[in-house]
């Protein structure tokens, strides 16, 4: 069992950057995969970056490569996204999951954090 915890989020002006920041509990947190998705009001949820268990792969959507960076620090159970360059259209709540495979599909992973809201005024 993993519980995951988000934070970090707030509102921040176009350009600017935020840190988002995935805290588990639970000693196979290692093992996992752990994916980054967000949803913005009305809108299904999107994956936004993914990170492998050892941290060796990584892959982002189109529409935030380059201006996002996720990583993970297993000796402290917690996976990060540097959020640079934000736009109004990065406003969405995200959350982070953990699961035993690294992929894109949102249904794939079994530990759901309860998200955090990231707006971005123009």
């Known amino acids: 069992q993993v519980q995951l915890v988000e934070s970090g989020g707030g509102l921040v002006q176009a350009g600017g950057s935020l840190i988002l920041s995935c805290a588990a509990s639970?000693?196979?947190?290692?093992?996992?995969?752990v994916g980054w998705f967000r949803q913005a009001p009305g809108k299904e949820r999107v994956f936004v970056a993914a990170i492998r268990w050892s941290g060796e792969r990584i892959y982002y959507a189109d529409s935030v490569k380059g201006r996002f960076t996720i990583s993970r620090d297993n000796a402290k159970n917690t996976v990060y996204l540097q959020m640079n360059n934000l736009k109004p259209e990065d406003t969405a709540v995200y959350y982070c999951?953990?699961?035993?495979?690294?992929?894109?599909?949102?249904?794939?992973?079994?530990?759901w954090g309860q998200g955090t809201q990231v707006t971005v005024s123009s």
């Open positions: 639970g000693r196979t947190f290692s093992s996992y995969a």
């Open positions: 999951a953990a699961g035993s495979l690294y992929n894109t599909h949102p249904s794939t992973y079994q530990y």
